[in-house]
């Protein structure tokens, strides 16, 4: 199919794709432990119902020992022709009022050229997007689709296991994992590099238990103030991590501005950037290390004691290319090293995921050049992502001869994923709509893959 009518096509079925992406942000799918499983099992069946109308006649809930259930469906190609899969997930992250949303998060709200909502970039957009790449051929594509649609990504993924005991389901020539974005609206960007993840919970003891911070203040070491110089070690003075042996080195791709990206975190007025180097080393080619937890005395409960132990969840970000076990090594030993007063130092390791990067000299990874380029009209670029999917890895062990296409709707500038306002601009649906058809078209022409 030409260009001139996918984009004939995508255009005409915005208004329903964006009719059905409401429907979906209407359905809070937060699969973490403590909200309520109706709507995630909602989301699921509507999903589910969703793609059989679009062609995936088979699309089916796929039994899993925990957790919600991933969908799987299958749209056979002409015989020979090359496999394709395409991957999103159905659940999404909560959306506390404390968060600060200036509307309602489960109702799709249209302002400012975006659709807002919890879900509705990540990945309820992406969900849309594949089903207007598979309604472009009115549901018969031109090689064969599976589609792997998962519920847990968010939160503790059960699909890693899943494909593991059925690899045989994920074989392809091509995965299309459509849960990324552009850095900025109408510049076209696949993603090549994804930094892993490792974290660790660390407790500090000094005392055997409170006492008076008058009568012991200022001799006996309080855990929460050691704690405090453990964590700030960390870091240099300008920001950038200190942990000695971590892999760490300089991003060559597309990249943003300080004054882009300062706008898209929403800085507290007078707070400068962290680290040195370009934006995109900063988030793509070196570590990061944040405390993303802290278990002491509530300042409602607080008293004039000196604390006798504190711990804090530590996670660190770390670059494409480094082993996931050797970088927590080089953090817990820089932990363990760096304690000040001779505090005990209690370490728990609590997550090792891998980082992940993209084969860029395969012809499926140049199909995909050629028909983002045809979608946007203009040059694709390359970029990383900080965040992690511990889900490539498997997927890559499961399939090893697959190439991996990631891109999507959720522009990073302006699309606030994960937290308050997440938005999506319709425009990257439709145009996502129009890569992804031109991709499948570009691989069937291209005859065999392997």
């Known amino acids: 199919m030409e260009l001139q009518e996918i984009e004939k096509r995508a255009r005409a079925m915005m208004p329903s794709l964006i009719t059905q992406l409401e429907q979906l942000v209407a359905l809070p799918s937060v699969a973490f432990p403590g909200y309520p499983s109706e709507p995630v099992h909602e989301m699921a069946a509507t999903t589910l119902d969703m793609f059989r109308e679009v062609g995936f006649t088979d699309a089916r ?5 925990t957790g919600y259930p991933p969908i799987y469906a299958e749209a056979p190609g002409p015989t020979g022709s090359p496999v394709v899969l395409l991957y999103a997930h159905y659940d999404v992250q909560p959306a506390p009022p404390e968060q600060g949303w200036t509307s309602d998060p489960w109702t799709a709200t249209h302002k400012n050229g975006r659709i807002y909502g919890r879900g509705a970039a990540d990945d309820k957009g992406g969900l849309v997007a594949h089903l207007g790449t598979m309604r472009v051929f009115d549901g018969a594509p031109p090689c064969t689709v599976k589609l792997v649609l998962e519920g847990m990504e968010e939160t503790e993924s059960n699909l890693e296991a899943f494909v593991g005991a059925h690899p045989d389901l994920f074989q392809c020539d091509v995965f299309v994992v459509c849960d990324m974005g552009n850095l900025t609206v109408g510049e076209p960007i696949l993603t090549t590099a994804l930094r892993g993840d490792v974290a660790c919970v660390a407790t500090v003891r000094t005392l055997e238990h409170p006492l008076h911070s008058g009568v012991f203040g200022g001799a006996a070491p309080d855990a929460m103030m050691t704690l405090a110089r453990l964590l ?112 005990q130092l209690d370490v728990q390791r609590t997550k090792e995921a891998p980082p992940f990067r993209c084969a860029t000299d395969g012809p499926g990874y140049a199909a995909a050049r050629v028909a983002l380029e045809e979608a946007y009209g203009k040059p694709a670029a390359e970029a990383g992502s900080g965040g992690s999917i511990p889900l490539l890895r498997t997927l890559q062990q499961a399939c090893p001869g697959a190439e991996f296409i990631l891109w999507g709707p959720e522009d990073v500038a302006e699309a606030r994923i994960h937290a308050s306002d997440e938005s999506v601009d319709p425009a990257e649906i439709e145009k996502m709509v129009v890569a992804q058809s031109r991709l499948l078209v570009h691989l069937t022409e291209g005859a065999a893959l392997r």
Do not use: C
């Open 232 to 343: 700030s070690s960390l870091h240099d003075a300008e920001g950038n991590v200190a942990v000695a042996g971590v892999s760490s080195g300089e991003w060559t791709g597309a990249d943003m501005s300080a004054d882009d990206f300062e706008a898209s975190a929403d800085l507290a007025d007078g707070v400068r950037l962290t680290g040195t180097g370009s934006i995109g080393t900063r988030l793509w080619s070196r570590p990061s290390v944040s405390a993303i937890g802290i278990d002491m005395t509530p300042v409602a409960t607080s008293s004039n004691v000196l604390i006798p132990e504190a711990r804090a969840k530590i996670s660190m970000r770390i670059v494409p290319g480094s082993d996931p076990v050797q970088e927590l090594d080089a953090l817990v030993a820089h932990l363990e090293s760096h304690t000040p007063y001779g505090a």
């Open 61 to 65: 809930l796929m039994e899993v020992p």
